[in-house]
């Protein structure tokens, strides 16, 4: 009897263990955003935050009615990746302040709703703040300039 709980044990156990990596894996940023709608709008930040796993860009983008849509994304790079490149903490939050006029490329969320992934951060002389490389899109996907979300 007691073998018999013992090979039990041994066997749930090592189900448990081999079960665990997907269950650790990360969210899946390339199956949750649909790249191939991704569009680019002028948009005003209405709050940024520099958090793990992803630092999160809120803002409004205003259609040609002069509807406001308020979104939500995070960015594509993590804190560290942001370190790396110079966008510390400080002066990330200074960059994209309440109230700053931006230029955003998004990936919507296959989920629906105003969420995405933001790719690439412009400000409206179009110099670049925060992007995902040359090409954040990936191959053969350019954004949508102008396009409305």
Do not use: C
Not at 21 to 43: C, E, M, V
Not at 65 to 75: R, Y
Request: glycine fraction near 12%; aromatic fraction near 6%.
């Amino acid at each position: 009897m007691q073998t018999r709980n013992l090979a039990i044990s041994i066997a749930v156990a090592a189900a448990v263990v081999a079960g665990a990596p997907p269950l650790g894996a990360h969210h899946g940023t390339n199956i949750n955003y649909d790249r191939s709608k991704q569009f680019t709008a002028k948009a005003v930040v209405t709050e940024f935050k520099y958090v793990n796993p992803h630092a999160q860009l809120f803002f409004d983008v205003t259609d040609s009615q002069g509807n406001i849509t308020h979104w939500t994304g995070e960015l594509l790079p993590n804190p560290s990746q942001l370190l790396r490149n110079g966008w510390t903490r400080k002066r990330s939050v200074e960059a994209l302040q309440y109230g700053t006029r931006i230029v955003v490329t998004v990936a919507p969320s296959r989920a629906g709703g105003e969420g995405g992934l933001v790719l690439k951060i412009e400000d409206e002389k179009g110099e670049e703040l925060l992007g995902g490389g040359p090409n954040p899109g990936g191959p053969d996907v350019a954004p949508q300039r102008g396009a409305t979300p």
